[in-house]
């Protein structure tokens, strides 16, 4: 199963190469979203379930500053695991990021996280 999972950081400059999933800039900072994303969606509800997350893309933001992030993560359905609650996961991960403002050195747009919304 897949959701996505949108933010925005607003200190990372969007730059035209990270619209370009084969250019060193795209490929280094999907891994760094990768790093910061995994664990914690490992330490949620789902974490057991969890697989990992793919970077789709990243997109331009509202501000000089901002650049949007675009990933599609999965995990495996079970009988366990009652449904997918996107809301508890965005709980989770707004809770784990301080109220959606940090993500590692990464500060976040508070009004940026999207749980396959």
């Known amino acids: 199963e897949h959701f996505t999972l949108n933010f925005t950081i ?28 995994d664990p914690l969606l490992q330490r949620s509800s ?24 675009d990933a599609i993560c999965s995990y495996q359905d079970s009988a366990s695991l009652a449904r997918f609650d996107r809301e ?7 809770t784990m990021t301080e109220g959606v403002t ?4 990464y500060s976040l747009d508070q009004n940026s996280l999207y749980v396959n919304g």
Do not use: W
């Open 10 to 37: 607003t200190n990372l400059m969007f730059t035209r190469d990270l619209e370009t999933p084969n250019s060193a800039r795209f490929r280094s900072a999907e891994r760094i979203m990768r790093h910061y994303i």
């Open 88 to 94: 508890q996961v965005y709980q989770e991960l707004s």
């Open 46 to 69: 789902i974490g057991p379930y969890f697989s990992g997350c793919k970077v789709t893309g990243f997109r331009a933001g509202r501000h000089r500053d901002d650049t949007g992030v």
């Open 102 to 105: 940090k993500l590692g050195h």
